[in-house]
């Protein structure tokens, strides 16, 4: 006899600094069978740890909240952030910000039983879609003074250490991301960034050429006009990445 084995249940997690809002999200989710409620959290800064250390395949996140809002919880998680992601809030203003984000749907306050379960049939369908895929990002999510701006990874010319930020420069334009260097030199795609100082990382598709300093130091000339210091920690790394032998 066959027996088919058991799908696995799709790990959520509820997010919102609401009680009630929790409790009328999970009294829904507890009713389907597929899935497995892993947690609920009251803040933004809360649902950070719950994230990386639950890792759900799905979360139920809302916008406003204090100290962390939705979007503070998308920029800092980076490629931590689950397949997908239904923001909820009962600001509609928002929605286009969502999308941009990286949000799979909006369910905006108060909303009935038929479009919650459109959400979640739409969440499903993107988690079976992406099992066993890693999740590749394109973008980072900027969250300012009144403001979201998204920057895509592949227009940034070099990035800064800013204590514990990182500022991305890309052109004559820079924007702090809270993320530090370790995090973004794991995250970003090796074949295109390269670590060339403990405070730098640099676009290898904008890189010009090296050149010496009176001082006998290396440095990397950018297309940009930018001239950034290159320790000798990370020389070799970089001229194996541009295909220069060592001559040393």
């Not at 990286?102 to 988690?127: C, H, M, T, V, W």
């Not at 394109?138 to 998204?150: E, L, N, P, S």
Request: contains cysteine; proline residues 3%; hydrophobic residues 40%.
């Amino acid at each position: 006899m066959n027996i088919r084995p058991r799908a696995a249940k799709i790990r959520t997690l509820v997010v919102d600094d609401e009680p009630l809002a929790r409790s009328n999200l999970t009294v829904l989710l507890r009713l389907d069978p597929e899935i497995e409620l892993v947690g609920e959290c009251g803040s933004g800064s809360e649902a950070v740890t719950k994230i990386r250390g639950k890792k759900p395949d799905l979360v139920f996140l809302d916008v406003q909240m204090p100290e962390y809002d939705g979007f503070d919880v998308v920029e800092k998680l980076g490629k931590d952030l689950p397949a997908a992601v239904v923001f909820v809030t009962a600001y509609d203003q928002y929605a286009l910000k969502a999308f941009e984000a990286g949000a799979l749907d909006y369910l905006l306050k108060p909303f009935d039983n038929a479009r919650f379960e459109r959400a979640l049939s739409r969440a499903k369908e993107r988690i079976a879609q992406n099992k066993g895929t890693p999740r590749k990002i394109d973008h980072f999510v900027i969250k300012g003074a009144g403001q979201v701006t998204f920057v895509k990874i592949s227009e940034i010319d070099w990035i800064e250490a800013a204590d514990y930020y990182a500022c991305l420069h890309v052109r004559t334009k820079s924007h702090l991301l809270r993320r530090r260097m370790s995090e973004l030199e794991r995250e970003l795609d090796q074949a295109v960034f390269c670590r060339i100082h403990r405070s730098s990382i640099v676009n290898l598709n904008r890189v010009r050429g090296l050149e010496t300093n009176a001082d006998g130091e290396y440095e990397v000339l950018l297309d940009t006009g930018s001239k950034l210091r290159l320790s000798r920690r990370y020389r070799k790394q970089l001229q194996s990445r541009l295909g220069i032998r060592n001559s040393n």
